[in-house]
């Protein structure tokens, strides 16, 4: 069934106010409130439609899935080999959380405690697969692998490493690289 053209336009409206308030404010400091008057939309409106903070956040988030998926495909298919591949993937997704962070950053705090370790994050399972790719020696650690990677891309410990420490961005992806590269490549880990 089609979307009416009334509801198509509030959903719309929602999303334009939402996106441009946690962009310009930040994530904590935008209440639904705020976002259906920026809409010009009742809060019912806001919440039959998108169910909660959450729902809003993730809405906001997928209309940029196909534009990521297109880089990621770009720069996997520009790539040498597996290796390349992983980290051309890798510098895409941390180049979009970085342009996205506010959003990102707004999702990860509404989102529950180990939600970002359940089935579904796309992403996950795509660097699980270049990392086997890669190295199949890793095949049985490659999906630790690709949460730890994907952690160090959290929206928090970027904005801390970058605002708190100081480290500039390119030197925190130039790092993650260099993480990836050596968890992928090192046939052993060291235990202690």
Known sequence: MAERADAARNRQAILAAAERLIIERGPDAVTM????????VGKGTLFRRFGDRSGLIHELLDQYRDEVTNQVDTACAAAADPVHRLLA???VLFDESRR???????LEAQSAPGACCRPGDGRHGLLAELITQ???????????????????MRAELVRHV???????????RADLLALARASVISETVATT
Do not use: K, M, Y
Request: hydrophobic fraction near 55%.
């Open 134 to 152: 890669a190295n199949p020696a890793r095949a049985g650690s490659a999906d630790f692998l690709a949460h730890a990677l994907l952690a160090a």
């Open 100 to 106: 996205l962070r506010p959003l990102i950053a707004a």
């Open 33 to 40: 409130d705020e976002i259906a008057l920026a809409a010009g």
């Open 162 to 172: 970058t605002e708190d420490l100081g480290t500039p961005i390119e030197q925190v």
């Open 89 to 91: 993937c890798l510098g």
